[in-house]
């Protein structure tokens, strides 16, 4: 029988990078996780520390399609996030996002259920606002390539806001600024990630534009937890709500970063700037400081030297790779 404070709870994505970080704190509070993802960029591996957990189970199952299943709480985190991945198939990615969200808001509403939406800074765009507040509205090019990703999110932003407004649906929404550490992929394409193979590879550090844009990087236990205070604050704290760190850096500056702490003798090379990719970042976390009492404690070379340790054993092929992650989280909370 389940104890009594123990939920039922439901991780879409719960296979990618956040979403099996976010399994693992869930599981270890005493949940019952229910794990669906349909592997896009997710893998079995990212979860397969929990496989032997009664409290855990995995299912595949692709959001875009209605699911029925009996929980107490829904995070909405299915959708692939890195420019390369969700522009691979931009239509898929729009559905993921517009079509999930629809589907996991019904389910929220036949059940009664708490659910979170995992938002993003790209609803700001390319912000003229600096740093992003939660009540900017943002610049984001409609029609461009990262549309399919910005406006799918903004979407989902309004269905949950009309789930709550017509169906008093208790919903919560996070606006998750660039979030990095061990279990990302190594070819995600996402700039700590690429930058930390390419440093212990020793190839060139492909810096895209003159490098000045800025990102402010948040290390990935920071964010969920975030994310879980989030989804257990009062009711009427329903975001939205950015979450980041609020330390912002051009990433000719992280490149020279990962260089130093890597002792790598990768050269910077420059690479055409993608299109529409934002200037500047960097959010206000004013609203999560008073209404959740967070922020983030660990900094960026802090955290990119539990993330180089992974990445190096993961690149060497040690199956231990997993255990680094262990080891990055106990030295974190230290
Ligand atoms: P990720 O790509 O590692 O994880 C996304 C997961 O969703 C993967 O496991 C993927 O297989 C799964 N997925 C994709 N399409 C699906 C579908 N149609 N049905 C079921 N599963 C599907 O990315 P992540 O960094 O873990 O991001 C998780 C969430 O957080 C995303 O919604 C993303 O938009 C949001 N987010 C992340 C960041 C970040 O910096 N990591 C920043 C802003 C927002
Ligand atoms: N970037 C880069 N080199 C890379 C990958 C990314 O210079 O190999 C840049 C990218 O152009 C952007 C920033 O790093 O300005 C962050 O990119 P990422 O894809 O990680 O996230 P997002 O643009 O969605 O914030």
């Not at 990615?93 to 939406?117: D, E, P, Y």
């Not at 329903?238 to 051009?250: L, R, V």
């Not at 529409?276 to 400081?289: H, N, V, Y």
Request: overall charge neutral; glycine content about 6%.
């Amino acid at each position: 029988m389940k104890e009594l404070s123990s939920k039922r709870i439901l991780v879409t994505g719960g296979a990618g990078f956040l979403g099996s970080h976010l399994c693992d704190v869930l599981v270890a509070q005493g949940h019952e996780v229910l794990c669906i993802d349909n592997y896009f960029t997710g893998t079995k591996r990212n979860v397969s520390q929990l496989a032997d957990s009664p409290n855990f189970e995995l299912m595949r199952h692709d959001v875009t399609f209605p699911l029925y299943v009996e929980v107490d709480q829904i995070y909405n985190l299915a959708c692939p996030a890195s420019p390369i991945h969700y522009q691979h198939d931009p239509v898929q990615t729009t559905k993921t996002s517009v079509h999930g969200a629809i589907n996991m808001l019904g389910l929220a509403k036949r059940l009664k259920a708490r659910i979170l939406q995992a938002s993003t800074s790209e609803v700001y765009g390319d912000p003229e606002v600096h740093p992003q507040r939660e009540a900017y509205w943002g610049n984001v090019n409609p029609i461009g390539i990262r549309a399919c990703y910005d406006e799918g999110k903004r979407c989902a932003e309004t269905l949950f806001f009309d789930y709550y407004r017509q169906h008093q649906l208790p919903i919560k929404v996070l606006r998750i600024f660039n979030t990095y550490g061990p279990r990302m992929h190594p070819n995600d394409g996402r700039v700590v990630s690429n930058f930390i193979v390419q440093a212990l590879q020793g190839q060139p550090i492909t810096v895209y534009g003159d490098g000045s844009q800025t990102r402010s990087f948040c290390y990935v236990d920071d964010q969920i937890s975030a994310m879980v205070k989030l989804m257990d604050s009062e009711p009427e704290f329903i975001g939205p709500m950015n979450a980041g760190n609020p330390n912002e850096f051009t990433i000719r500056q992280l490149a020279e970063l990962v260089i130093e702490l890597t002792g790598s003798k990768s050269k910077i090379v420059y690479k055409p700037m993608p299109a529409d990719d934002p200037k500047q970042r960097c959010p206000d976390i004013s609203l999560a400081k008073k209404q959740l009492d967070w922020e983030p404690r660990v900094q960026l070379k802090e955290g990119l030297r539990h993330t180089i340790g992974y990445f190096d054993a993961v690149l060497r092929g040690d199956p231990s790779a997993q255990d680094r992650r262990e080891e990055a989280k106990s030295s974190a909370a230290s």
